[in-house]
């Protein structure tokens, strides 16, 4: 799982609380990665002004791709079995490009993806290519991630029948960053852009990536000799 520009941890080195609970209801049937893009950089997130530079995409897609292969070494883990969730950026779906699968060294790749309002623009739509079935959960009035271009990718990907499957589920009124808890809806400090919380948009949201998940890891667990 990786974090939204905000971060994993907080100030005092504390595990977010909607990743914490997210964790904690995962671990009932998953084991959890959380994956912290930003403190061993030196910093607590880059969101907004006074984030200083950002973290790349080319770097957030690198430690993504780094616990991967860190998780697909252990002998208790069966690589085929392993899904990714990311929040905001665009790592859950460059995770799946099947260029990127190259760099895994014959590693088979995620098993399927999850991407909470993420950025669907960085490379040509026509261009794209996934290995592995993609989920994307966005909200219809984000004006940081827009919709838009997600719509557009799902739209050209449904016309390309050889490739991964990308689902998209549009959520009428929820901002960006619709999955945080308890957070009125207003400009992110030292942007323009809305964020809020969506109770409905939330629930929805995480029983379809639970239930999503669990049907592309159904398979037996095959233990690695």
């Known amino acids: 799982m990786t974090p939204t520009c905000a971060g994993t941890v907080n100030a005092s080195g504390v595990l977010n609380p909607g990743y914490q609970a997210m964790g904690i209801n995962g671990s009932q049937r998953l084991n959890v990665l959380v994956i912290d893009h930003f403190s061993s950089r030196g910093r607590h997130q880059d969101c907004g002004a006074g984030a ?11 430690d993504v791709l780094g616990a991967y292969e860190m998780l697909a070494k252990r002998n208790d883990i069966d690589p085929s079995r392993i899904a990714y969730t990311g929040f905001g950026g665009a790592s859950p ?5 099947k260029s990127t699968l190259k760099k895994l060294n014959g590693q088979p790749g995620f098993a399927a993806a ?3 309002y993420p950025i669907c623009n ?4 026509r261009l794209y290519d996934a290995y592995a079935p993609l989920l994307i ?14 719509r557009n990718l799902a739209e050209q990907q449904s016309a390309a029948p050889q490739t ?11 901002h960006h960053a619709f999955t945080v ?15 809020g919380s969506d109770p409905a948009a939330r629930a ?11 049907k592309a890891l159904a398979t037996d667990v095959v233990e690695k000799n």
């Not at 991964?164 to 929820?174: D, Q």
Request: aromatic share 10%.
């Open 204 to 214: 929805d949201a995480f029983m379809r990536s639970r239930e999503f998940i669990d």
């Open 181 to 195: 808890l308890n957070t009125p809806t207003g400009n992110w400090p030292g942007t323009n852009f809305t964020v």
């Open 122 to 125: 960085e490379l040509p739509h």
């Open 93 to 97: 779906i460059l995770a799946l490009q």
């Open 164 to 174: 991964g499957k990308v689902e998209l589920v549009g959520y009428p009124g929820a």
């Open 52 to 62: 200083g530079v950002k973290v790349s995409e080319n770097d957030r897609l690198n």
């Open 114 to 116: 999850v991407a909470f």
């Open 137 to 150: 959960l966005h909200g219809e009035a984000d004006n940081w991630n827009p919709i838009r271009t997600c």
